[in-house]
């Protein structure tokens, strides 16, 4: 796979999962919309919005997906701006992989101590995971050289 369909890769998911974090910080403004996203008793935003287990370290959980998911943008993006300097790539590997921890923690929280899933959050955590994917991926493959692109001159 090549670096540029990596990227997109990536980039989707981090704005997808950035729309599911920044919706899920208005479920907290705007109670009703946690009924957007409750299927039944299990699959309900509103369980885990109401259950008082949604901060962590002081901050809202919806917050430290807004904020990772920012950083993974930023992260990505510079990764790409420097392709040759791998530590940007590999910086990323750190990032999401923090965030995946993370996102475990709170998989954890909502199904071993609230017995409830947010079908917003999951869907956050499953964009996460996408980006750590495209982040091993990306760290991994070979440094593209300009000759690799996709336009070419032919030889007459």
């Not at 699959?43 to 920012?70: I, K």
């Not at 791998?86 to 923690?105: D, E, Q």
């Given at each position: 796979?090549?670096?540029?369909?990596?990227?997109?890769?990536?980039?989707?998911?981090?704005?997808?999962?950035l729309?599911?974090?920044?919706?899920?910080?208005?479920?907290?403004?705007?109670?009703?919309?946690?009924?957007?996203?409750?299927?039944?008793?299990?699959?309900?935003?509103?369980?885990?919005?109401?259950?008082?287990?949604?901060?962590?370290?002081?901050?809202?959980?919806?917050?430290?997906?807004?904020?990772?998911?920012?950083?993974?943008?930023?992260?990505?993006?510079?990764?790409?701006?420097?392709?040759r300097?791998?530590?940007?790539?590999?910086?990323?590997?750190?990032?999401?992989?923090?965030?995946?921890?993370?996102?475990?923690?709170?998989?954890?929280?909502e199904?071993?101590?609230i017995?409830?899933?947010?079908?917003?959050?999951?869907?956050?955590?499953?964009?996460?995971?996408?980006?750590?994917g495209?982040?091993?991926?990306?760290?991994?493959?070979?440094?593209?050289t300009?000759?690799?692109?996709?336009?070419?001159?032919?030889?007459?």
């Amino acid at each position: 796979m090549r670096t540029r369909s990596i990227r997109t890769l990536i980039y989707a998911a981090a704005g997808i999962g950035l729309l599911l974090a920044a919706f899920a910080a208005f479920e907290v403004i705007d109670a009703s919309l946690t009924r957007l996203c409750t299927i039944n008793s299990f699959f309900s935003c509103a369980a885990v919005a109401n259950s008082g287990h949604t901060t962590t370290l002081y901050l809202p959980d919806w917050l430290w997906g807004v904020l990772g998911f920012v950083l993974i943008l930023v992260v990505a993006a510079l990764a790409e701006r420097n392709p040759r300097d791998r530590r940007y790539a590999w910086g990323l590997v750190g990032l999401t992989t923090a965030g995946i921890a993370l996102a475990l923690y709170f998989l954890y929280v909502e199904l071993g101590v609230i017995h409830a899933v947010c079908t917003v959050c999951a869907s956050a955590y499953a964009m996460g995971f996408i980006c750590w994917g495209g982040a091993i991926a990306l760290a991994r493959a070979p440094v593209e050289t300009p000759d690799d692109g996709d336009e070419y001159e032919e030889e007459s």
